[in-house]
Antibody, heavy 125, light 113 residues
């Protein structure tokens, strides 16, 4: 059974940093690209970042570039999101999700077939 | 950026009746070289993470009831629930993965009338 378990969410002051983790199990982690998606309270979904199975390539939403860093440790089956210079508007539940494998399709975009339960990040003074 | 616009924002449907949700992308999400639409649909129930229902615009994920179907191509897409069940009460999102930044529609809330 595929399982994704996020951790690391917390209350942090504006300008602060936080590292989120996502522990994966039930599948061969290194075979899959992974992604982070966030959802502000009562709002819709916003894609944050993507990382390939080997750790590259990486892609970011514009508002996160230069502040957030996605990475993974395939020996630990864990995905990370390092978040720096946090702002009030970064307050959200952060989900990690697995990116589907689909051979023969162009580009890196795929649907997200499994999601974790999410971890809440609150940026406030 | 590709903007995904869903309609309606909410709808109330009687049990057993059809629910139809529309999603329009600001740019084409059909990739001609692979003959695929880079479009997915997700269901999110209160307090839960999103769950993938449909990918490549019309392919149902394994285990998803066949009352859920996706259609459309290019810029206009539809998610149909053929016979609404009580457990289908949720918010539904469309998602384009054709180009970065990947984007989602604003969501459609489905309730029982």
């Amino acid at each position: 059974e595929v399982q994704l378990l996020e951790s690391g969410g917390n209350l942090v002051q504006p300008g602060g940093s936080l590292r989120l983790s996502c522990a994966a199990s039930g599948f061969t982690f290194s075979n899959y690209a992974m992604t982070w998606v966030r959802q502000a309270p009562g709002k819709g979904l916003e894609w944050v970042s993507y990382v390939g199975g080997s750790g590259s390539p990486t892609y970011y939403a514009d508002s996160m570039k230069g502040r957030f860093t996605i990475s993974r440790d395939n020996s630990k089956n864990t995905l990370y999101l390092q978040m720096n210079s946090l702002r009030a508007e970064d307050t959200a539940v952060y989900y990690c999700a697995r990116v589907m494998i689909e051979l023969g399709a162009s580009g890196w975009g795929r649907a997200f077939d499994y999601w974790g339960q999410g971890t809440l990040v609150t940026v406030s003074s | 950026d590709i903007v995904m616009t869903q309609s309606p924002d909410s709808l109330a449907v009687s049990l057993g009746e059809r629910a139809t949700i529309n999603c329009k992308s600001s740019q084409n999400v059909f990739h001609s070289s692979t003959n695929r639409n880079y479009l997915g649909w997700y269901q999110q129930k209160p307090g839960q993470p999103p769950k993938l229902l449909i990918y490549w615009a019309s392919t149902r994920k394994s285990g998803v009831p066949d009352r859920f179907s996706g259609s459309g191509s290019g810029t206009d897409f539809t998610l149909t629930i053929s016979s609404l069940q009580a457990e289908d009460v949720a918010v539904y999102f469309c998602h384009q993965y054709y180009s970065a930044p990947l984007t989602f529609g604003g969501g459609t809330k489905v309730e029982i009338k």
